[in-house]
């Protein structure tokens, strides 16, 4: 067991608990305890500066979708465009921004393109006859 040792924080003496050992820095007393937490978050938080920086960018670009139809409704409207701005500068966005719009354009275009291409594939098949012996009027009477 460790001997006495001062607090941290209050740099009152005191005895570690038998479990902590040597690794206990600051007495029991819940303000210190506190005090101690806040103090090794913020050394933390000074180490890692950007930690959680692009979830906090994410959390203000990123908005919900817009209500209405899937189809029709336009993905470049689910972006804060002004937080982006904000974020990277206005000249990158712009240029994010009509980067998005044309690959929307193109991606729409593809996706007609295949409609068009998979009913022409449809017109072309040809009902068959029924497989089985049963069909109507096959009954003997």
């Not at 906090?56 to 689910?78: M, S, T």
Request: with cysteine; glycine share 6%; aromatic share 4%.
């Amino acid at each position: 067991m460790a001997g006495k040792r001062p607090c941290c924080v209050c740099r009152k003496w005191f005895s570690p608990q038998a479990r902590s050992g040597k690794q206990q820095r600051c007495c029991g007393r819940p303000q210190c305890r506190r005090e101690r937490h806040r103090r090794a978050c913020a050394a933390w938080r000074k180490r890692h500066p950007d930690y959680d920086r692009e979830l906090r960018l994410r959390q203000r670009v990123v908005r919900g979708p817009p209500v209405g139809e899937a189809l029709n409704r336009d993905p470049l409207a689910e972006l804060s465009w002004e937080a982006a701005r904000d974020a990277v500068g206005l000249e990158v966005a712009v240029i994010v921004e009509e980067t998005g719009k044309v690959l929307v354009s193109w991606a729409r275009d593809a996706v007609r393109a295949q409609g068009a291409e998979i009913t022409k594939k449809l017109a072309k098949v040809v009902a068959s006859a029924a497989r089985d012996a049963i069909a109507v009027g096959a009954c003997p009477p």
